[in-house]
C-alpha cells in the first residue's frame, strides 16, 4: 500500500499569511498561530531587539530546514 501525505494550507489567525505546517498555540492559550508568529512571540517574552529577531530566525529556518 502506497503511503500518501496531505499538505494542509491554513491562514494564520495573527499574520492572516498562508502557511503548510501544524499550528501552534499563541501565548494567549487560545488562538492557532503559524510556526513564524510563535516564534516572534517566543522572542518577544525574552526581550529580543528586532535586528537578533532576524538573525535567530534565519538559523532557525537554516538548521530546521522550513520555510515558515
Do not use: R, W
Not at 502506497?2 to 498555540?25: M, R, W
Not at 522572542?43 to 532557525?60: F, T
Amino acid at each position: 500500500m502506497k503511503n500518501t501525505e496531505t499538505i494542509k494550507i491554513a491562514v494564520c489567525q495573527k499574520c492572516k499569511k498562508s502557511y503548510h505546517g501544524i499550528p501552534v498555540l499563541s501565548n494567549d492559550n487560545k488562538t492557532l498561530i503559524c510556526p513564524d508568529c510563535k516564534i516572534e512571540e517566543a522572542l518577544d517574552v525574552l526581550g529580543v531587539n528586532a535586528d537578533e529577531k532576524s538573525q535567530l530566525k534565519n538559523i532557525i529556518y537554516k538548521h530546521t530546514n522550513n520555510e515558515y
